[in-house]
């Protein structure tokens, strides 16, 4: 499916929907409590600089406890939050979903209030929240979130120097929308694309095709679990990105951030009697070396720390488009090519296999070396 032409542009004049008065920290109210406990988190940080109004969420139990925990009013409806409320964070599923995330965002903004909302959407969907958007003069911005982790920003700003040659992507279903943000910020744009019929067998699907005119290998693990859509992945994403000089791999979206150079034999080693008697300094380089932290965190730091920074970057990032009047229909102009391309993706593969049963429990690399120990001590030092 070829995506040349820019589908859905939508123009108008720049957001000037009201901000903190005074010194204030700006209000934010989080809208839903799956999720929407990142940004919870992010902004109950000591050093944060938001105040957290207020929750918006069904009231079940988890809404009641986190607004407890929070210290902070459980509204049920858009009419019941204040009029000091300056940023909502929309953290609610999309259309794509059968969630009611761009519903709210719709009567938050009618009531002048600016709009961080969480990913995916479909791309009429996006364009109605701009024109909202446009239409009660205030900021609308779309977050993928796991463009503001750091081993994702690491990544993201060694790609943007080099030159890729060809690009290879895996990921799960659940995570494809966010791949292609992460993939559009590391090639400077998306388009032209095109995403052929998949092939493949067992849990993953490939599409070989072009992204941003670059050569591009895509699979996807086309599975999904309906009452347990957060697990059975296989992967969230891999990212690999070679150039002329070598290969730039995000091995996981939570690091570590790989640099391979190009394996080269230089010419002189033809005639000598070892391979490495040569003064070439290519052969001094590491074959693999991180880009930052060699390791990824652990699970539970993830959860903890790393994602509720994320979310907090995202939500200042937000704040500054309000404070320096940033046109939100720039911006969406980029994430109606995000919007565009993961649609694309999802008609060639079709509706993910059905998953069933438990997830399996994942594996320390503990296990697996106490496992595979007399295979190690066997294997060459």
Known sequence: MSGGAHGGRVDGPVATGRGAPGNRRPRVLVCGTGFGRVHLAALAAPDSAFELAGILAKGGERSQACAKEAGVPLHTRVEEVPGDVDLACVVLLGEVNGGPGSAVA??????GVHVLQEGPLLRDELVASLRAARRNRVMYSVNSHYVHLPPVRRFLAA????????????????????LFDILGRALGGLRPFDLPVPTGRGPFRTID?????????????????????????????????????GTLTLAETHGPVLWSPRPHLPAEARTTTRLDATADPGLDL???CAIGPADAPAYREILASMWPEGAHRAITQA??????????????????????????MAAALGYPERLSGSPHRPMPADELIATARTELEESPA
């Open 106 to 111: 719709a009567e938050l903004m009618a009531r």
């Open 159 to 178: 790609a943007r120097v080099l030159r890729p040659v060809y690009v290879e992507a895996a990921c799960g279903v659940q995570v494809s929308y966010h």
């Open 209 to 245: 095709g072009t992204l941003a005119g670059v050569p591009f290998t895509l699979r996807v693990q086309n599975q999904l679990h309906p009452a347990d859509p957060d697990n059975h992945a296989h992967l969230l994403h891999r990212i690999t990105i070679g150039t002329e000089g």
């Open 286 to 288: 590491p074959a693999t």
């Open 319 to 344: 704040w500054r488009a309000v404070t320096d009047g940033v046109d939100p229909l720039r911006e969406g102009q980029y994430s109606l090519a995000v919007s565009s391309v993961w649609q694309a």
